[in-house]
């Protein structure tokens, strides 16, 4: 249920705790006081938000509700100068951004466009250029590696032994 201060000028609908009048006599008096309401009989359902008590009148339960102290009285209203703060500014709001560079030419957008249907970003040119000349020179060298015989490849080798001098058996191998 929504509930409205019972404070004539707050009209605040936010989601707060409100707070009922309490039952001992002198606080009571002393909260009617505070409100400065003219002919006004606080009921059993008469609320209070707790924007009009200071952060230290809540105790925080086990369970992170805030509850009211015994004993306190509201005391921020807008007769003894009372005001909200203003909203504080989201971190996005403080924080200060660079401005986005426009395009110098028509140049650098071409540029980029290029660059976009490349989409070999993380390559530089000379590694690039280096990659083409490595497969060139494989593909040039793959016809004569079928032309060793298995006899031919373990005498060229000469890997009978590895280098700790275990033998190491080897298959035929098949081109």
């Known amino acids: 249920l929504p509930t409205l201060c019972q404070f004539a000028p707050c009209t605040i ?5 409100f707070h009922v009048f309490p039952v001992d006599a002198a606080v009571r008096t002393e909260w009617m006081q505070k409100i400065r309401r003219d002919d006004f009989n606080p009921t059993k359902n008469t609320r209070v938000c707790s924007r009009h008590f200071k952060k230290t009148d809540f105790n925080v339960t086990a369970r992170g509700l805030r509850r009211l102290k015994k004993g306190a009285v509201p005391v921020y209203f807008s007769w003894n100068g009372y005001k909200l703060p203003a909203p504080r500014p989201s971190v996005w709001e403080r924080r200060p951004r660079a401005e986005s560079p426009a395009p110098e030419s028509d140049s650098d957008s071409e540029m980029e ?3 976009a249907r490349d989409h070999d970003y993380c390559v530089v040119p000379q ?9 060139d020179e494989n593909e040039a060298l793959r016809p004569s590696c079928g032309t060793f015989s298995s006899s031919q490849w373990m005498s060229a080798s000469s890997l009978n032994t590895n280098e700790c001098g275990v033998s190491i058996a080897f298959n035929s191998i098949t081109f």
Request: no cysteine; proline share 6%.
């Open 13 to 17: 609908w936010q989601p707060l705790i």
């Open 113 to 115: 466009t290029e660059m």
């Open 127 to 135: 590694a690039g250029a280096r990659a083409s000349n490595l497969a």
